[in-house]
């Protein structure tokens, strides 16, 4: 079984800046891709960004860096410049996890971890 464990969420002004992290755990062989997407009251859930193994970080609206650690099996969100609209719930996942002894490969979810933005 796999599963990813996300922290580093809160309430924060306007200005300033968060790192999520997304830790996934079990017996993985590999995840392809790992990210995030927002989810913003009465929205639907939107793709932030994610990250191919072997890659390297990612930015997105010139605020946001998206990286990941291969090793660990862990994927990190940078926040900075906060705004009051990017307020929203920050899911993690991860595409092609490929589990051992298994064949093919599976796709899972975070729970979520809320972040607000006040101004």
């Known amino acids: 079984q796999v599963q990813l464990v996300e922290s580093g969420g809160g309430l924060v002004q306007a200005g300033g800046s968060l790192r999520l992290a997304c830790a996934a755990s079990g017996s993985i062989d590999s995840i392809k891709v790992m990210g995030w997407y927002q989810q913003a009251p009465g929205k639907q859930r939107e793709l932030v960004a994610g990250?191919?193994?072997?890659s390297g970080t990612k930015s997105v609206k010139g605020r946001f860096t998206v990286s990941r650690d291969n090793v660990k099996n862990t994927v990190f969100l940078q926040m900075n410049s906060l705004k009051p609209e990017d307020t929203a719930v920050y899911y993690c996942?991860?595409?092609?996890?490929?589990?051992?002894?298994?064949?093919?490969?599976?796709?899972?979810w975070g729970q979520g971890t809320q972040v607000t933005v006040s101004s």
């Open positions: 990250i191919t193994i072997g």
């Open positions: 996942y991860a595409d092609c996890v490929r589990i051992k002894a298994l064949p093919g490969c599976y796709d899972y």
